[in-house]
């Protein structure tokens, strides 16, 4: 089983888009997929069309040894796609978390209990130093960094990448950075804007041993994707499923 967290310390860098995108296609290729949605906002639970009923667990139910991790997994609309939801009781858990004493390891050790059902685990993590961020992080195999195609993004991915060294060296995150993947390109017919192209290649410039992958286009029809539940080449725009597709070539690598 293989864990990737999305993880970005601002918000609006496109972390959720990219994990639903990514989840997607990965279950469409007969992949079992193990969404979780690390956020307490829950916008990656609603992108998969499930809603968390009162009496329902979810991640914060899983986090805390309320249910075990198996009863905190739903089947959703799409084939091998599986989710452990979020909802707002999500904000709760960082007290839990930072007074167990083992906060960054508790999702990495609730994992293993289902580490036979899946091949891979996409995690959408809260976009702050928080402890939820800190448990997501501590559970994953690979990290991926999604940027907005500006300045805030180039600064985000600063933050970010500090963030995740610092828990390396404190050996909280012992896996290993995939890259960054630049979201919101934004291109006025063929030409790509002078604003994304600087940031861009400003990113690769400030860390030139990071892998960046191809940019997410900046487009509404990754918002009728996610409304309709099809993918982008479903609905007829199999280019700006490319950035996807190489993502998809590095995860699913051995």
């Given at each position: 089983?293989?864990?990737?967290?999305?993880?970005?310390?601002?918000?609006?860098?496109?972390?959720?888009?990219?994990?639903?995108?990514?989840?997607?296609?990965?279950?469409?290729?007969?992949?079992?997929?193990?969404?979780?949605?690390?956020?307490?906002?829950?916008?990656?639970?609603?992108?998969?069309?499930?809603?968390?009923?009162?009496?329902?667990p979810s991640l914060m139910e899983v986090l805390t040894g309320v249910v075990t991790t198996e009863?905190?997994?739903?089947?959703?609309?799409?084939?091998?796609?599986?989710?452990?939801?979020?909802?707002?009781?999500?904000?709760?858990?960082?007290?839990?978390?930072?007074?167990?004493?083992?906060?960054?390891?508790?999702?990495?050790?609730?994992?293993?209990?289902?580490?036979?059902?899946?091949?891979?685990?996409?995690?959408?993590?809260?976009?702050?130093?928080?402890?939820?961020?800190?448990?997501?992080?501590?559970?994953?195999?690979?990290?991926?960094?999604?940027?907005?195609?500006?300045?805030?993004?180039?600064?985000?991915?600063?933050?970010?990448?500090?963030?995740?060294?610092?828990?390396?060296?404190?050996?909280?995150?012992?896996g290993s950075i995939l890259g960054a993947i630049p979201f919101r390109d934004r291109w006025v017919?063929?030409?790509?804007?002078?604003?994304?192209?600087?940031?861009?290649?400003?990113?690769?410039?400030?860390?030139?041993?990071?892998?960046?992958?191809?940019?997410?286009?900046?487009?509404?029809?990754?918002?009728?994707?996610?409304?309709?539940?099809?993918?982008?080449?479903?609905?007829?725009?199999?280019?700006?499923?490319?950035?996807?597709?190489?993502?998809?070539?590095?995860?699913?690598?051995?």
């Amino acid at each position: 089983m293989k864990i990737c967290a999305f993880i970005s310390l601002s918000g609006g860098q496109g972390k959720t888009t990219a994990a639903f995108f990514t989840a997607l296609l990965l279950a469409q290729q007969g992949k079992r997929v193990l969404a979780i949605d690390a956020d307490p906002q829950a916008n990656l639970t609603f992108y998969l069309g499930q809603e968390v009923e009162e009496n329902e667990p979810s991640l914060m139910e899983v986090l805390t040894g309320v249910v075990t991790t198996e009863d905190g997994i739903y089947a959703t609309q799409y084939p091998n796609l599986f989710v452990i939801p979020a909802d707002r009781s999500l904000f709760k858990v960082s007290d839990f978390l930072a007074s167990s004493g083992t906060g960054a390891f508790i999702l990495k050790l609730r994992l293993k209990a289902v580490a036979d059902l899946f091949d891979y685990v996409i995690i959408d993590v809260q976009p702050s130093r928080s402890q939820i961020c800190l448990t997501a992080l501590g559970a994953a195999d690979l990290a991926l960094i999604p940027v907005e195609s500006n300045t805030k993004g180039v600064n985000s991915l600063i933050d970010t990448l500090k963030f995740v060294g610092e828990q390396t060296n404190l050996a909280a995150f012992t896996g290993s950075i995939l890259g960054a993947i630049p979201f919101r390109d934004r291109w006025v017919g063929n030409t790509q804007t002078v604003d994304s192209r600087e940031n861009i290649a400003a990113m690769a410039e400030l860390f030139p041993d990071l892998t960046i992958f191809p940019s997410i286009k900046e487009s509404e029809q990754f918002k009728k994707g996610i409304r309709q539940g099809k993918t982008l080449t479903e609905l007829g725009h199999e280019e700006l499923e490319y950035p996807f597709t190489k993502l998809m070539e590095v995860l699913t690598h051995d």
